[in-house]
């Protein structure tokens, strides 16, 4: 059996979430230390981004880079900032030291990727779960999610990140989103979703075309790393990464997914 379709009949049958926990936790274990930002990038490069040569993965550090300037956090100072699914840290430890925040804190459900943020860039990072924050009410200006809310995108994951946002406090993502339909119904599915928990959207992009073509410039560099996997899983991480013939990246191409990022403001009650 192919194995993209052994993995559907998969996650069909023990839920994406589910299925996804386990395999994230495979994925940092296998990355180890030579992958810190894992997300599909954006493109082109920034003259900040591409001039900094201590950066081993850019295009997926420009991701981070993007959605911290749609939060305007080059002229913002934020004093609390909190990634949810942080992974093991690359992009967060990105903005702690090229924007005005005052402290980064990380929160992933792998306990592998938390204590890998911990150790690899030295800011808190903390095991929980998307949908019970484990922080008080108000606890921070900025929440922060890239290329993870498909995995538990619900109402309780929104409401908790306006709990943990004070008042006019900003929230940037960028994710994806198969079979919803016309970029207008995605973003006014999220837009409806974000007035419910008590948000305002501020800004939406579509950046599929960004996505994309970052997928295309980083694909050597992705390949080196799907070549240290076993070779029974590796048309899987193509697939996964939305390699150029895999479905993932046919469903893009033929508009039945987007790829977007978003900023919204915690409405002051």
Not at 57 to 79: D, K, S
Not at 108 to 136: E, H, N, S, T, Y
């Given at each position: 059996m192919?194995?993209v379709?052994?993995?559907h009949l ?10 996804s926990k ?5 994925i940092y274990?296998?990355l ?17 981004v591409?001039s900094d ?16 300037i749609?939060?305007r956090?080059?002229?913002r100072?934020?004093?609390?900032l ?7 840290g690359?992009?967060l430890?990105?903005?702690s030291r090229t924007?005005d925040?005052g402290?980064?804190?990380g929160?992933?459900l792998a306990f ?7 150790q690899?860039?030295g800011f808190g990072?903390?095991q ?5 924050l484990p922080?008080g009410?108000?606890a921070?200006?900025a929440?922060?999610?890239v290329?993870a809310?498909?995995n538990?995108?619900?109402h309780e ?5 306006a709990?943990?946002l ?14 919803a ?6 973003q006014?599915g999220l837009?409806?979703d ?7 959207l501020?800004r ?5 075309a ?5 997928i295309?410039?980083?694909d ?13 899983v ?11 013939g895999?479905?993932?990246?046919a469903?893009y ?10 900023v919204?403001?915690?409405r002051?009650s």
């Amino acid at each position: 059996m192919d194995l993209v379709k052994a993995w559907h009949l998969v996650t069909d049958a023990v839920g994406w979430e589910r299925f996804s926990k386990w395999a994230y936790r495979a994925i940092y274990w296998w990355l180890g230390g030579s992958a810190t930002s894992f997300n599909m990038g954006y493109a082109p490069l920034s003259s900040e981004v591409q001039s900094d040569t201590s950066l081993q993965e850019p295009f997926a550090i420009e991701l981070y880079r993007h959605i911290a300037i749609e939060m305007r956090l080059e002229r913002r100072p934020v004093r609390r900032l909190l990634e949810v699914s942080c992974g093991l840290g690359g992009g967060l430890g990105y903005i702690s030291r090229t924007f005005d925040v005052g402290y980064c804190v990380g929160l992933d459900l792998a306990f592998a990727a938390a204590r890998g943020a911990r150790q690899g860039f030295g800011f808190g990072a903390v095991q929980g779960d998307a949908r019970k924050l484990p922080f008080g009410d108000g606890a921070f200006d900025a929440v922060l999610n890239v290329e993870a809310s498909n995995n538990y995108y619900s109402h309780e994951f929104l409401a908790e990140v306006a709990r943990v946002l004070a008042p006019d406090g900003l929230f940037g993502m960028a994710d994806e989103r198969y079979g919803a339909g016309t970029i207008e119904t995605v973003q006014a599915g999220l837009t409806s979703d974000l007035q419910r928990a008590g948000f305002e959207l501020v800004r939406f992009r579509i950046i599929t075309a960004n996505v994309m073509q970052a997928i295309d410039l980083d694909d050597a560099r992705r390949e080196r790393l799907i070549a240290r996997a076993p070779w029974f899983v590796r048309s899987l991480a193509r697939e996964w990464n939305g390699s150029a013939g895999s479905k993932k990246r046919a469903s893009y191409d033929s508009g039945q997914a987007h790829y977007f990022s978003l900023v919204a403001r915690r409405r002051v009650s």
